[in-house]
């Protein structure tokens, strides 16, 4: 609890207001973030994503907008709003000063979808704002000396909350700095700093107990890790694997995966909280793992069509770009149970028929799967069947000396194949995968000058269309089969080979 509490006052809002010098926290300076914050909605300006305004979801929200905001002893004439999305900002619209020293951002027809956004100006300085159940007809008012500090509103009780807490949670964190500053027994701050710690986790239980359906509560309760138990009911002590495992099943437990808002809130609380759970709770994870996991926080959000798009989007194409060898097994599974279905509101018929039918092939070149036979002949023009080769494994491999990773990794891998071929009783089938007039003088050249003396076979004829069935866009693609011509290994290259022979033949 007070670690998720902790993670969050620290991240979301001091990150963002003031820099304080406490023990095991670390400064940021707010210019350089601003600088880029503000380049990057001139760059977005004109292109925000087209998810902001879809205009089934905007049916049942307030149409049309109308703020203004005030910087008292500020010289700005040009002022921007923005709004999170999943990691990065966008620009909405722009108000320059008007007669009475207002920023006045106004539309009848533009729908403010529920997130956190922001003010910000040339030079970097900013505020943010929240915009959720409530009509956006808000008044902001504040001085140059501090923005949120010095910020008053009418016309959202959201935001007195959200600015009233952000006052609360600085002054903590300001009597800690000036503690810091004063108390040099080390164990004394620490007693003070515990002190302080729990006057803040009060503080934020206390909103999340009375405004449970504020967007603050919702954003503290996001980012809330779950309190993993040491025994079971019984008393029991739990394996670390158990604790793992409850610790997988309730990591969203806080989380409001079935609300539309989530995407457009800061970094720390929904996107980088997704992101660790795939990058660091499932690293090293076997494919059949992180499908359970990963269709347990997509089923959840089927009610957001927002967050399912996001989940099914990004985790989709991130096992799409994957090069670890089973991980194309994740894909398959993503595609045909979310991306290929009616769930998928977003993508052109067009889309979801090539991504069914990458789908489908990689389905049948999975780990395990056996791969299609192929007939090819050599360059004497002797055919050759990859199920009639009889040895325990077989190398096969789609290669061209056009491509300039195979020029490093061909001759690389010939080398450790000629190391272990006898020991091993490994055969090969090596394809040259752009059969053409021009390329067929640079393949025997380069078979020749680094001594490739296994199977070589030309790709310009073959018994089915091997680029389509084996899914050959880019080269080198390198299998490994056993003696039944199973799928044992993919997307090798020489060292990997070498592992994974190692492995199989329990070599040292």
């Not at 509490?5 to 979301?12: E, M």
């Not at 199920?387 to 056009?402: A, E, I, M, N």
């Not at 490994?480 to 070498?498: G, Q, R």
């Amino acid at each position: 609890m007070r670690q998720y509490f902790l993670f969050f006052g620290v991240i979301l809002y001091v990150k963002h207001v003031v820099c304080v010098r406490v023990k095991k926290f670390v400064t940021m300076k707010l210019t350089t973030y601003m600088r880029g914050l503000f380049l990057s909605l001139l760059c977005c300006l004109l292109c925000s994503p087209a998810v902001a305004q879809k205009k089934d979801a905007d049916k049942q929200l307030p149409r049309g907008y109308n703020l203004t905001l005030t910087v008292k002893g500020g010289d700005d004439t040009v002022m921007y709003m923005g709004y999170y999305y999943v990691g990065k900002t966008y620009a909405v619209d722009t108000a320059r000063v008007d007669k009475k020293g207002r920023f006045v951002f106004a539309s009848k027809t533009m729908v403010l979808r529920p997130g956190m956004y922001f003010f910000t100006n040339p030079s970097g300085n900013y505020v943010e704002f929240i915009v959720y159940n409530e009509a956006p007809n808000f008044v902001f008012e504040t001085e140059s000396r501090s923005w949120n500090d010095c910020m008053k509103v009418k016309g959202s009780k959201e935001n007195e909350l959200f600015y009233d807490y952000h006052r609360a949670n600085k002054r903590l964190y300001n009597v800690l700095d000036s503690a810091r500053q004063v108390k040099t027994d080390e164990e004394e701050f620490k007693a003070f700093y515990k002190k302080c710690q729990h006057e803040l986790d009060s503080l934020k239980l206390g909103i999340i107990e009375s405004n449970p359906d504020r967007f603050l509560s919702l954003m503290m309760n996001a980012t809330r890790d779950p309190k993993v138990p040491v025994t079971d009911s019984t008393g029991r002590q739990l394996s670390q694997k158990e604790r793992y495992e409850y610790y997988m099943n309730h990591y969203f437990d806080y989380m409001a995966l079935d609300n539309d808002a989530m995407v457009r809130t800061p970094d720390a609380v929904f996107h980088k909280r997704v992101m660790d759970y795939l990058d660091k709770n499932l690293k090293n994870a076997g494919p059949e793992v992180i499908i359970e996991y990963v269709d347990k926080m997509i089923d959840r959000s089927i009610p957001s069509k927002e967050v399912f798009k996001y989940l099914v989007h990004t985790i989709t194409e991130r096992y799409l770009q994957s090069n670890i060898m089973s991980y194309d097994a994740i894909y398959v599974h993503l595609v045909k149970k979310y991306f290929a279905t009616e769930l998928n509101y977003w993508s052109a018929p067009s889309v979801i028929d090539e991504q069914m039918k990458r789908a489908n092939t990689w389905e049948r070149l999975l780990i395990g799967k056996t791969a299609p036979d192929l007939m090819l002949h050599d360059a004497d023009g002797t055919w050759h069947t990859l199920s009639g080769l009889r040895h325990k494994y077989t190398l096969l491999v789609f290669w061209s000396p056009t491509c300039g990773h195979c020029k490093t990794v061909i001759p690389e891998l010939y080398r450790k194949y000629s190391q272990y071929k006898e020991q091993c009783d490994i055969g090969s089938f090596c394809i040259l995968s752009e059969p053409d007039e021009e390329t067929y003088p640079k393949w025997h050249r380069f078979i020749k000058d680094n001594g490739l003396d296994w199977l070589n076979l030309d790709g310009g004829e073959a018994n089915i269309d091997w680029h389509e069935v084996y899914d050959v866009i880019t080269t080198p693609q390198i299998y490994l089969l056993d003696k039944d011509k199973k799928i044992l290994a993919k997307k090798l290259n020489a060292d990997s080979f070498e592992m994974v022979i190692k492995a199989l033949e329990h070599l040292e």
